[in-house]
């Protein structure tokens, strides 16, 4: 293959590094090395250090007096502008911005800043985009039970776990459980999940074969390793999350059967527990019966509805045996 041009290099990891300076906060010439490191890019941090002066001369980039000196882009500033967005692709983007953000692994978000930067900007007040920009107004995504205001997670923890995930490398954690028990472990990042306003790494510990879950709130400090692992080809997260994992359940199934008021259970005709539930309406309630997964939240969930729910029966299905 033959070496690319130095000037096309150059040309490229300039735009690279236009992409990841931040409007708000601002990034050190070492940050954006290991991000540029971190997407393949190899280059020493001296050429960084060099080519991001020869851009605050050329850009409306801003350079503090801080050592180590950080940079971001003026208040104002255009930034990098990219072609080739039109108003809906702009909207998609913006959407998947506000919805993903917590799902998108910490490198992927900045190589996307820009994006999300061009697509916030051609949605702006300034623009012709007034119907999709009204749309980011017109839809919701609403919670099913009582709003919660999202954990504080450590400053760094999100940044190395996602990173970890999404490079299959072994997380270091210092971790402190619900009873305020810490403890440190090497972990292999399986898999991340949002339930309701927090985060959770699903992992195993080094040595062990079956999955945890951790708080990421929960988590003191962590460092990504640069050992790799191979993913277990065993392990499926939706599979994990069937089982009932996120309800506090361990895979085992039931056939539940109770009575409901009409007026509190009449949602259960059109959100069905399972595929095989059945109803039978009588003239003040309804007897509803269903194979559902045990766990934890499914208890919550019955008590929640407080004497509106009698008549509660769980028969556990026998698990299918392994030997003929």
Not at 156 to 162: I, K, L, M, Q, T
């Amino acid at each position: 293959m033959p070496k690319r041009p130095d000037t096309l290099e150059t040309v490229r990891i300039a735009l690279e590094l236009l992409k990841r300076i931040p409007r708000r906060r601002k990034v050190t010439a070492a940050e954006l090395h290991a991000q540029l490191c971190e997407a393949g890019v190899k280059r020493e941090l001296r050429s960084v250090q060099r080519l991001l002066e020869a851009l605050v001369g050329e850009y409306e980039i801003e350079r503090d007096d801080h050592r180590p000196a950080g940079y971001r882009w003026k208040e104002r500033a255009q930034g990098l502008s990219l072609p080739g967005l039109n108003k809906q692709e702009s909207l998609l983007l913006t959407l998947a911005e506000q919805h993903l953000r917590n799902m998108l692994p910490t490198s992927l978000s900045q190589s996307m800043a820009a994006f999300f930067n061009q697509a916030r900007a051609n949605l702006g007040p300034l623009s012709d985009a007034r119907l999709e920009r009204e749309w980011l107004s017109k839809v919701r995504v609403v919670s099913t039970s009582q709003p919660l205001l999202p954990p504080k997670v450590n400053v760094g923890v999100f940044e190395e776990v996602s990173n970890a995930l999404y490079g299959n490398r072994w997380l270091e954690v210092d971790y402190r459980n619900a009873q305020g028990k810490r403890s440190k472990a090497s972990v292999m990042p399986l898999g991340m999940a949002q339930q309701g306003p927090a985060l959770y790494l699903i992992c195993r510990y080094k040595d062990f074969s079956n999955e945890r879950c951790l708080a990421l709130h929960r988590i003191v400090s962590t460092r990504a390793s640069t050992l790799t692992f191979e993913r277990p080809k065993e392990f499926n997260l939706q599979k994990y999350d069937d089982e009932g994992r996120f309800g506090f359940g361990n895979g085992k199934k039931i056939h539940l059967s109770f009575r409901i008021d009409k007026a509190a259970g009449r949602h259960l005709l059109e959100a069905q527990l399972s595929l095989d539930q059945t109803v039978k309406e009588k003239p003040n309630h309804y007897d509803i019966a269903a194979t559902v997964v045990e766990t934890e939240q499914l208890e919550w969930w019955l008590r929640g509805f407080g004497d509106r729910v009698s008549n509660i029966r769980r028969t556990r299905i026998p698990t299918a045996s392994t030997n003929d």
